[in-house]
């Protein structure tokens, strides 16, 4: 009798979110959260459908494969589902999967039956959880293999270490595995100081040779991501954009925000962050720029700089206006005497300025 009822026992999966487990009753390898019938092994996502059997063996939401409609079927070819051509299914990764069973429909590589990595983090083959990695790869157990083991833990000797822990700002360690000790949501007032803009260029339009220089004065290496960036002091939706990449900077280092990211046609200039149609567009003759972080429904400023030709700032078409190097603080550069022209070459057009680098011309 006990051996029965051991073999009737579901099968226990790790939980990808709280490395507790949960149950997968019917032991196919599909999570009750994710198999639309966990008392039977043959139905799981990913499994073969028969069409008419009135069983939807694949937990699609249909019995057996959907009927594209000719008009979204020309849709698909060539690019992602969007659906928007008829109410037909949508699978916006085109992976073959649709999105009522795809836990990641923007990700090509992830969906029912793809080949899961151990420890990574991400749940691949959507089954309800990551598979856990093997214990030489996971040597802090905290269910992230160590890069070692072609992982994503960035220290697998400390279990409070790993990709999606929560971060300790000015610790001085990296506690999420971003490479940054801290990203912009804990900056703080005067932690990033405007150094340099390139308002009206020469060598190139301005729609593609625009860009502004930010110094990381915090003392620690930050994660630009979350920042928001405006040239309007309400950091209006029209006049602002978010950095929504990771944009790492160093201690003491500085980061290039272009209008443009593209070497070929912004005049050569190496942009750590591309804005292109955010809506930010410096005047030529007086304009703000402004750097904060989102505060509720509002934002905070972190720094800003307002040029005005009519104000004796040093404004002249192709140069940028460099901060100089002696005055890098939120403070000093708000007052127009701590600026001047730029002398060297930026990039590989006419144009004057150092993005990145330290003031050529004062």
């Known amino acids: ?24 009753h019917d032991a196919d390898g599909y999570l009750e959260r994710v198999d639309c019938d966990d008392a ?11 069409a008419g059997d009135g069983v939807d063996a694949d937990c699609d ?14 849709n698909d070819s060539g690019g992602p589902d969007t659906g928007t051509a008829d109410t037909g299914p949508v699978d916006a990764d085109d ?46 157990g905290d269910r992230y293999a160590s890069a070692d083991y072609a992982g994503s833990d960035c220290d697998d000797h400390d279990a409070d270490i790993h990709p999606g822990a929560t971060e300790v700002a000015r610790d001085g360690i990296d506690q999420d595995c971003d490479g940054a000790d801290f990203a912009a949501p804990d900056l703080r007032s005067g932690d990033l100081v405007i150094t340099e803009i390139m308002y009206d260029p020469d060598g ?20 630009l991501k979350g920042l928001a960036v405006a040239d309007d002091s309400a950091f209006g939706a029209a006049d602002t954009f978010t950095v929504d990449t990771d944009v790492i900077v160093l201690a003491g280092n500085r980061a290039v925000f272009a209008v443009d990211g593209n070497t070929v046609t912004n005049g050569g200039i ?47 078409k192709g140069f940028s206006i460099e901060l ?26 006419t144009d004057k300025g150092s993005p990145g680098a330290v003031s050529s011309g004062c």
């Open 270 to 316: 190496t942009a750590d962050f591309d804005y292109q149609g955010a809506g930010v567009n410096l005047n030529n003759s007086a304009d703000d720029l402004y750097v904060g972080i989102p505060s509720g429904r509002t934002y905070v400023t972190l720094d800003s700089v307002s040029y005005n030709e009519v104000a004796s700032w040093p404004l002249a």
């Open 95 to 140: 992976d073959g999967y649709l999105a009522r069973v795809d836990c990641d429909d923007a990700d090509a590589s992830v969906h029912p039956g793809a080949n899961d990595t151990a420890g990574d983090g991400i749940d691949q083959d959507c089954d309800g959880a990551d598979d856990l990695p093997a214990a030489e790869a996971d040597a802090d």
């Open 204 to 223: 190139v339009s301005d729609a593609n040779g625009e860009w502004f220089e930010l110094y990381n004065g915090s003392g620690y290496t930050v994660n």
């Open 40 to 50: 039977d092994a043959s139905v799981h996502p990913g499994a073969e459908d028969t």
């Open 61 to 74: 939401g249909f019995d057996g494969d959907p009927v594209d409609s000719a008009q979204d079927t020309a």
């Open 1 to 24: 009798m006990l051996l029965l009822l051991l073999a009737c026992a579901p099968a226990q999966i790790a939980s990808e979110s709280s490395g507790s487990s949960v149950v997968d």
């Open 324 to 349: 100089n190097d002696t005055k890098v603080t939120s403070t000093d550069n708000d007052r127009s005497g701590s600026w001047c022209l730029a002398t060297s070459v930026a990039g590989s057009s």
